[in-house]
């Protein structure tokens, strides 16, 4: 198996959840297919070093994402991921689905946006993988007509998908193969073990958000932003980055 198969696995996952959540917010299946058909997926790769003093550092600063849901597996039995509730960070554990902030959009604030943030620790490294759901660029994303009225005003106003990513629950028995989990953990591993030399040739270009990069940025309280990153587009194919795909080792690929 390779890990192209756990996100064949995560991608069945998501249509379901799509139909669920479509159905609990009452919006129009024909809506959802015009503007989800053939959407951007993307994945990320995350390392989150150990440090011995993790209170100086941040994994992942507070952020909420840009898409219409994620879906992160914490791979190596390190949780770090914290979600906000009530002011409040709280911890969760191995498959988390999140809502962002285009099904909040869409539903007109049916379903509120996730505010969260990684943390790391002193006793090990951290991995995870987030998958990332969005319409396709050509979308006009705004509120469902099936949801507005005057009683139910349009919250938020209508905008091309692709100017928005410019400017811009935790599940169980979720049905993805444990066996394709534990490749795609192996697989990681192997990757963010490589020479640094050898990672970066799959280094961020500049104006580019997509690649290997290290990051060093400090936040407002003056903490570390502590992690390696691997972000790719995977769907639809033609946006895939043709200078990275041919250097991927080939599980990755």
Not at 57 to 63: D, F, K, T
Not at 96 to 108: A, F, M, Y
Request: charged share 25%; hydrophobic share 40%.
């Amino acid at each position: 198996m390779t890990v192209e198969s756990n996100f064949v696995e995560v991608q069945q996952l998501a249509m379901a959840l799509f139909g669920v959540m479509a159905e609990a917010s009452r919006i129009e299946k024909r809506e959802l297919i015009d503007i989800f058909d053939n959407g951007m997926q993307s994945r990320r790769m995350n390392y989150y070093p150990l440090c011995s003093k993790p209170e100086l550092v941040v994994g992942l600063r507070p952020h909420s994402d840009a898409s219409r849901i994620t879906i992160l597996k914490q791979v190596n039995g390190m949780d770090g991921l914290q979600v906000k509730k009530d002011g409040v960070h709280l911890q969760l554990e191995s498959f988390i689905i999140k809502v962002g902030d285009v099904l909040e959009i869409l539903s007109n604030g049916t379903f509120n946006t996730l505010e969260h943030k990684a943390t790391v620790n002193a006793e090990n490294s951290r991995i995870s993988i987030a998958m990332f759901f969005n319409p396709k660029f050509e979308a006009y994303m705004g509120p469902s007509p099936s949801l507005v009225s005057e009683e139910n005003p349009a919250k938020f106003k209508r905008i091309l998908m692709e100017y928005y990513v410019k400017e811009f629950f935790q599940v169980m028995n979720h049905g993805v193969n444990s066996s394709v989990t534990e490749k795609l953990k192996e697989e990681i591993e192997n990757f963010y073990m490589l020479p640094v030399e050898e990672k970066m040739r799959y280094k961020l270009r500049p104006s580019d958000v997509e690649g290997y990069g290290q990051t060093g940025l400090h936040s407002a309280e003056e903490k570390v932003d502590w992690a390696d990153r691997f972000y790719m587009v995977t769907n639809p194919l033609h946006r895939k980055k043709p200078h990275l795909i041919p250097e991927l080792p080939p599980s990755l690929r």
